[in-house]
Nanobody, 112 residues
């Protein structure tokens, strides 16, 4: 069983920064982050492969950066220039075909 342990969520002011971390129990080829705001669906934020290929939602391009440290089995999400509309529960994601794994989620709240 794959376990994903998240950290780094919190409360920040608009324009501030936050860094999320997700430690996996094993190396996984595709990892990323999704988010879900109250009353909304869970949407892609960013993904990254073991080779470093990345994909971002249009809403976060230029502000968020996904990266990974394969030696530590950890994926990061650096969030800069945060906006109130970024407020959501952020979920770590991992894919081992054909199964998707999810973290418990960490709350990110951006105040105006």
């Amino acid at each position: 069983q794959v376990q994903l342990v998240e950290s780094g969520g919190g409360l920040v002011q608009a324009g501030g920064s936050l860094r999320l971390s997700c430690a996996a129990s094993r190396i996984i080829g595709v990892m990323g982050w999704y988010r879900q705001a109250p009353g909304k669906q869970r949407d892609l934020v960013a993904t990254i492969t073991s080779g470093g290929n990345t994909n971002y939602a249009d809403s976060v391009k230029g502000r968020f950066t996904i990266s990974r440290d394969n030696a530590k089995n950890t994926v990061y999400l650096q969030m800069n220039s945060l906006k109130p509309e970024d407020t959501a529960v952020y979920y770590c994601y991992a894919r081992i075909y054909p199964t998707a794994y999810w973290g418990q989620g960490t709350q990110v709240t951006v105040s105006s």
